[in-house]
């Protein structure tokens, strides 16, 4: 019998994989733990720097954390500084991130020729997610002249990617002022019309509300809510009621326009999200245009994944699923 590979060695292995070079983006992951061998690690880069999150105890595997950190920094030369988020850790500074190699942060990333602003120790994310890389194109090719509507922006980057494809107008909604100011710093780093950037932080279910009332369309509307949340208007769960949100925001879309949604619930297998979104589609309000898939540097190549999600994402290919529906009106309004 074939001994089990060291941790070290499946790390090695996996970020050799992406060693090949990717010139569209300088973020992408180098190590998908939980898929390639070691549960409690993920290893992302971003610009210079080498982002560790480590979902495991808090120092079991410190050894091996600064082992892989020494190893990639020695193997990419143009990385200069490794981050360490500890994301089980009781403080706060360890959750969002603490140097472990190097003096300096970037504050800004480029991919597919766009600049997006980064903050990586604003909080236990690194303000900026790979897995969406090929929305954030998808948006670039499609958005030109279009009205885009942006919900749970987070940090904005799929707006400002339709906003350099040509978006007529944007607006970026999210509940924290603080990350939509990130957006704001992408949209000026490519030098964007900033008449055309609408920044409006407030609660996507009292904010979606008034746009109704409003009478307000948008070409495509982005519908990319956290896996659970609740507030005083209303709540999100993505496990049981994404149906519910996209019934919330379809009247916002125009006749014949876009409604991308997003589900990153982990335990959702794909064909029970896809059930959800075919009975939608039976109305004559809704079609399902296109799947997006999630990149192979998220996902974990052939020979190196080892293990499967807990649930079977199939039609899509990694527990983020993302689907691109198109919309019908009967009032057939623009």
């Not at 080498?50 to 595997?61: A, C, K, N, R, T």
């Not at 900033?194 to 979606?208: A, Q």
């Amino acid at each position: 019998m074939t001994p089990n590979p060291d941790p070290l060695s499946l790390i090695k292995n996996a970020v050799l994989q992406r060693q090949i070079g990717d010139s569209v983006t300088d973020v992408y992951r180098l190590f998908n733990g939980f898929y390639e061998g070691y549960p409690s690690l993920v290893l992302d880069r971003y610009g210079s720097t080498l982002v560790i999150f480590d979902h495991g105890i808090p120092g079991e595997s410190t050894d091996l954390i600064h082992e892989a950190a020494g190893w990639v920094l020695n193997n990419f030369v143009d990385l200069d500084s490794a981050l360490l988020k500890q994301r089980q850790h009781p403080e706060e500074t360890a959750k969002n991130g603490i140097l472990i190699a190097g003096e300096s942060l970037p504050v800004s990333i480029m991919e597919s020729g766009v600049h997006y602003a980064i903050a990586l120790q604003m909080h236990q994310d690194a303000s900026f997610y790979p897995d969406t890389r090929n929305l954030r194109q998808w948006l670039i090719e499609h958005m030109e002249g279009k009205r885009v509507l942006n919900t749970f922006a987070y940090t904005g980057s799929l707006g400002v990617a339709a906003g350099t494809g040509g978006a007529a107008e944007v607006v970026q909604t999210d509940l924290s002022g603080k990350f939509l100011e990130i957006a704001r710093k992408s949209w000026e780093l490519n030098e964007l019309d900033l008449i055309k950037c609408g920044i409006l932080p407030g609660d996507f279910f009292r904010v979606t509300g008034q746009m109704r009332h409003q009478d307000r369309l948008f070409d495509c509307v982005i519908l990319d809510p956290p896996f659970f949340s609740t507030t005083a208007a209303g709540r999100v769960d993505l496990q049981e009621e994404t149906a519910r949100l996209i019934n919330k925001i379809r009247p916002l879309v125009t006749h014949e326009g876009w409604l991308v949604v997003i589900n990153n619930a982990l335990f959702l297998p794909g064909a029970a999200f896809m059930a959800e979104l075919e009975k939608l589609c039976q109305s004559d309000y809704l079609s399902l245009a296109q799947l997006i898939p999630i990149p192979p540097d998220v996902t974990g190549y052939t020979d190196t994944v080892v293990a499967l999600p807990p649930a079977d994402p199939a039609p899509f290919n990694h527990p983020t699923k993302i689907a691109i529906l198109r919309v019908t009106r009967k009032d057939k309004r623009k």
